[in-house]
């Protein structure tokens, strides 16, 4: 089975919700998990559970993760880390475009870059992206009082479009690459939401959403798998929750179109 031929893994995003739930999975098949996020005390409080080290970096701290990288033949990579932001690309703020993108996304492709090519050349290994239900769909709901954002899309689909490649890239290779698309999981990155009244209200509570622990099965079925079983993509939603729909707005709800040489309207 594919856990016996691993010995460590390297968990981003560890110090809670599904990376959290995914150290204590790994731990309790005996690999060496290296738990990485930024919130040291977190960190410290898993290790003491579960005895996992503690990596207290930011991803998008190169000159650290490549350090680490070099310290470490990792055969586990779990890009889970992860932050969202709400609003339509109309009134987003350009902070918060560049963190989803330097950390769901540039910071995945580094990470990948740094520790992959080691696992090619030991001709074994598996990287497990955490990608979203996101970066497959559009959503109807709006964004606006929706916890997602255009470039928060953006962003998980770019996860999907690097998983199906990686692969073309490790051909020949025993490393396999799992990407694991996610509906709604009850966890903190909904009380991050910049100002959201009552987050667990509107997202959580009420809702028969995912736990932590489901995606860490989930991680276990495909890192488990026999080494020649590579589980390339998992959509995991919660029952009650479905993707779809269809809006057509009429001619008389359409914006004005302006003429751009006066700006006035052209009725
Ligand atoms: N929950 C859902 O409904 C859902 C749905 C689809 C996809 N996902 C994806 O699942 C993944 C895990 O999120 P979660 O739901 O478990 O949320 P979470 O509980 O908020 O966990 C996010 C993790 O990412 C870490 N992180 C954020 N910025 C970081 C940075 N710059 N450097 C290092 N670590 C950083 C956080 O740790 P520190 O703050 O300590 O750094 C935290 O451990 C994310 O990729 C998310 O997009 C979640």
Same mark, same amino acid.
């Given at each position: 089975? *594919?856990?016996?031929?691993?010995?460590? /893994? %390297? #968990?981003?995003?560890?110090?809670?919700?599904?990376? =959290?739930?995914?150290? &204590? !999975?790994?731990?309790?098949?005996?690999?060496?998990?290296?738990?990485?996020?930024?919130?040291?005390?977190?960190?410290?409080?898993?290790?003491?559970?579960?005895?996992?080290?503690?990596?207290?970096?930011?991803?998008?701290?190169? *000159?650290?993760?490549?350090?680490?990288? /070099? %310290? #470490?033949?990792?055969?586990?990579?779990?890009?889970? =880390?992860?932050?969202? &932001? !709400?609003?339509?690309?109309?009134?987003?703020?350009?902070?918060?475009?560049?963190?989803?993108?330097?950390?769901?996304?540039?910071?995945?492709?580094?990470?990948?870059?740094?520790?992959?090519?080691?696992?090619?050349?030991?001709?074994?290994?598996?990287?497990?992206?955490?990608?979203?239900?996101?970066?497959?769909?559009?959503?109807?709901?709006?964004?606006?009082?929706?916890?997602?954002?255009?470039?928060?899309?953006?962003?998980?689909?770019?996860?999907?479009?690097?998983?199906?490649?990686?692969?073309?890239?490790?051909?020949?290779?025993?490393?396999?690459?799992?990407?694991?698309?996610?509906?709604?999981?009850?966890?903190?990155?909904?009380?991050?939401?910049?100002?959201?009244?009552?987050?667990?209200?509107?997202?959580?509570?009420?809702?028969?959403?995912?736990?932590?622990?489901?995606?860490?099965?989930?991680?276990?079925?495909?890192?488990?798998?026999?080494?020649?079983?590579?589980?390339?993509?998992?959509?995991?939603?919660?029952?009650?929750?479905?993707?779809?729909?269809?809006?057509?707005?009429?001619?008389?709800?359409?914006?004005?179109?302006?003429?751009?040489?006066?700006?006035?309207?052209?009725?």
């Amino acid at each position: 089975m *594919g856990f016996s031929d691993y010995r460590t /893994a %390297l #968990v981003t995003g560890a110090s809670s919700g599904i990376g =959290a739930a995914t150290v &204590r !999975r790994l731990c309790a098949e005996g690999m060496e998990v290296h738990a990485l996020a930024r919130d040291a005390r977190r960190l410290a409080r898993l290790s003491a559970e579960t005895g996992c080290r503690v990596c207290e970096i930011d991803v998008n701290d190169l *000159g650290a993760v490549k350090q680490l990288a /070099a %310290l #470490v033949a990792f055969d586990i990579l779990i890009n889970n =880390a992860g932050q969202s &932001r !709400r609003g339509t690309i109309l009134e987003m703020a350009p902070d918060d475009v560049d963190t989803l993108v330097d950390v769901n996304l540039r910071a995945v492709l580094h990470l990948t870059r740094l520790i992959v090519p080691g696992m090619a050349s030991r001709d074994r290994g598996h990287v497990v992206n955490i990608s979203s239900i996101a970066g497959h769909y559009a959503f109807g709901e709006n964004a606006t009082t929706f916890n997602s954002s255009v470039a928060y899309h953006a962003t998980k689909a770019g996860i999907h479009s690097l998983s199906q490649q990686l692969r073309v890239d490790l051909y020949g290779t025993r490393v396999r690459v799992t990407e694991i698309s996610l509906g709604r999981v009850a966890t903190s990155i909904f009380q991050n939401q910049n100002a959201v009244e009552n987050p667990d209200a509107r997202f959580v509570a009420g809702f028969e959403t995912l736990q932590s622990e489901d995606i860490a099965d989930a991680i276990a079925f495909a890192v488990g798998a026999p080494t020649p079983m590579n589980v390339a993509m998992i959509e995991v939603i919660p029952t009650f929750q479905v993707v779809g729909g269809l809006q057509f707005a009429r001619r008389s709800e359409a914006a004005p179109v302006q003429d751009m040489t006066t700006g006035a309207d052209n009725a």
